[in-house]
C-alpha cells in the first residue's frame, strides 16, 4: 500500500501559476520543517492562500483553520510567514507577558491579518537537539495562552530586555546560536557613544548631535559644566531612562538630580558633585551629554516612530510629545510622564503654527536620515525609537535611538496609531520571509 499523504487544496489559478497539477507530490514547508503533501487542485480562483486542515494542522503541528499565503521556494512550496518574537521570560502563575502582554497579542493578530503565523518564546523553549520550539499561541477570540512545539520560525522579532533579568550563560549562547540560523531583526545596534560617533560622521546629521562624550574624568566633567551649566550622565548603554543623572550649575553650587530619589542634592564643591555621581551610577560605564536648553517648564522631548513596512522601506509612523513629571529628569511615561501631540506642546512654549509645521518637518526628515545611517552597520533592523529635542530657539536636536521601543506614548495620542504601529513589525517580516 502506498503512503498517505496530507493534502494541499490549491485554487486552480494558483496551482497553475506554481506548475502544479492534482495528484502531483510536491514538499511544503513551514519554517525549517517541511512535509510531502498530495496536490488536489480546486476549480476556483482565489488570493494565493491555502487554509489549513486538520490534516496539515496535525502534519505541520500548527492550529488548523488559518489562511495562509504560499510561494514557491526552489523546489518545493513554503507557506508563511512563521514569525517568532522572542522575549525574556514568561510569568507561569499570571500567564502573562508582564509589561509586553497586549503588544505580543497584537502583534499576533496582525500577523494573522497579513496571513501568517506567530508566536513568543524564550531562549529556554528553544529545543536545539529536536530543532524545534516550546512557543506560546492564541487563536482568535482566546482569552489565555497555549502552547505547543513549533518549527524554528523564518524571521525572528527580538523583544529581549536583558537588563530586567540576570542572564544566564546559556541564555546568551542560545540567543547568538538562534541569530545565526534566523533572521533575526531589532538586536542591540550598539552603546549610545558608539552610535553618537556613526551618526557625528554624517555631515547632515552631525549639527545637530548634542556634545557627547565617555565619563572619564573630573577635569572633563569641570568644562562640560563650565560650558553647559547642566549636563546629563547616563549609562552607556542603559534604556527606559533608569540610571540617568542630571548635574545643573546654581550660583557656586551644584546640583545633582536622580530618578530614583525624590529632591536633588545641593554640593559645595565639583568634588562632591562628582563623588554623588559615581556613587550614584555605581561603578557603570557612562556618558556625559550636553543638556538642551528649552523653553519653559515641565521638560519635554519627542519620540519618533519610525518603521519599516512590507516593502522595506523606511517611514515616520508617529510622533509623540512626552511632558516629564517635575519630580523626575526623563520623560518616560512610566516615570510618571505623559504624551500629548507635537502641536500642542510647541504652541504652549509659543512657537508659532508655522514654526511647528517648519519643526516637524525637520524632524521627520532627520529622523529617516538617521535610521538610514544606523542601518548601514545594522540591515536587520525594522523600526527604531528616536528621541529629539527642541530648544527655546527653535533648534531641532536629536538625544538617542531605542531599538527596542515602547508604544505606550502613541496609544495615549491615538489607539489607530497605536495599532499601525504594531502592525508594522509584521509587515517587516513578511518582508523578511519573502511573502
Not at 547632515?204 to 548634542?210: N, V
Request: a positive charge; charged letters at 20%.
Amino acid at each position: 500500500m502506498g503512503k498517505d499523504y496530507p493534502e494541499l487544496h490549491l485554487p486552480s489559478d494558483q496551482a497553475a501559476l506554481l506548475g502544479l497539477e492534482s495528484n502531483n507530490i510536491c514538499r511544503l514547508a513551514l519554517g525549517n520543517k517541511s512535509i510531502e503533501v498530495l496536490v488536489d487542485v480546486v476549480e476556483e480562483d482565489s488570493d494565493p492562500l491555502i487554509t489549513i486542515t486538520p490534516e496539515l494542522s496535525i502534519a505541520l503541528g500548527i492550529p488548523e483553520g488559518l489562511e495562509m499565503n504560499i510561494r514557491q521556494d526552489g523546489d518545493k512550496l513554503r507557506i508563511g510567514p512563521l514569525a517568532g518574537i522572542l522575549t525574556d521570560a514568561y510569568n507561569q502563575q499570571k500567564g502573562s507577558f508582564g509589561t509586553q502582554e497586549s503588544f505580543f497579542r497584537g502583534l499576533l493578530y496582525s500577523m494573522r491579518y497579513l496571513h501568517g503565523l506567530a508566536y513568543v518564546f524564550t531562549p529556554q523553549d528553544i529545543n536545539w537537539q529536536k530543532n524545534r520550539i516550546h512557543g506560546y499561541y492564541l487563536l482568535p477570540g482566546q482569552r489565555h495562552w497555549k502552547r505547543t512545539w513549533f518549527p524554528f520560525p523564518d524571521v525572528c522579532y527580538n523583544r529581549f530586555f536583558k537588563h530586567r533579568y540576570i542572564v544566564l550563560p546559556d541564555t546568551t549562547v542560545s540567543r547568538a546560536r538562534l541569530q545565526s540560523r534566523v533572521k533575526t531583526f531589532n538586536t542591540h545596534i550598539g552603546s549610545k557613544l558608539k552610535v553618537h560617533k556613526q551618526l557625528a560622521q554624517d555631515a547632515s546629521i552631525a549639527p545637530h548631535l548634542p556634545e557627547t562624550r565617555l565619563f572619564s574624568s573630573i577635569d572633563q566633567f569641570r568644562s562640560m559644566l563650565s560650558r553647559y551649566k547642566a549636563v546629563y550622565i547616563k549609562p552607556i548603554n542603559g534604556s527606559q531612562g533608569a540610571g540617568i543623572i542630571k548635574v545643573s550649575k546654581r550660583n557656586k553650587n551644584f546640583v545633582v538630580k536622580t530618578n530614583d530619589r525624590q529632591g536633588e542634592g545641593l554640593y559645595t564643591s565639583l568634588t562632591d558633585a562628582w563623588k554623588a555621581v559615581r556613587a550614584a551610577s555605581s561603578g557603570r560605564q557612562l556618558i556625559i551629554q550636553q543638556a538642551i536648553r528649552v523653553s519653559g517648564a515641565p521638560h519635554f522631548d519627542f519620540r519618533l516612530l519610525i518603521q519599516k513596512d512590507r516593502r522595506n522601506t523606511w517611514s515616520v509612523t508617529g510622533i509623540a510629545a512626552r511632558i516629564g513629571s517635575r519630580t523626575k529628569i526623563t520623560t518616560n511615561l512610566h516615570t510618571g510622564g505623559q504624551a500629548v501631540s507635537l502641536g500642542h506642546i510647541l504652541a504652549n512654549r509659543g512657537f508659532s503654527s508655522q514654526q511647528i509645521s517648519s519643526i516637524q518637518e525637520e524632524m521627520e526628515t532627520l529622523a529617516l536620515q538617521i535610521a538610514q545611517c544606523i542601518n548601514k552597520s545594522m540591515p536587520l533592523i525594522g523600526e527604531l525609537g528616536l528621541d529629539f529635542i527642541v530648544d527655546h530657539r527653535g533648534k531641532v536636536w536629536f538625544l538617542e535611538a531605542n531599538p527596542k521601543p515602547a508604544r505606550a506614548s502613541f496609544g495615549q495620542i491615538d489607539e489607530n496609531l497605536r495599532n499601525l504601529t504594531i502592525l508594522k513589525p509584521m509587515e517587516y517580516a513578511c518582508y523578511l520571509a519573502g511573502f
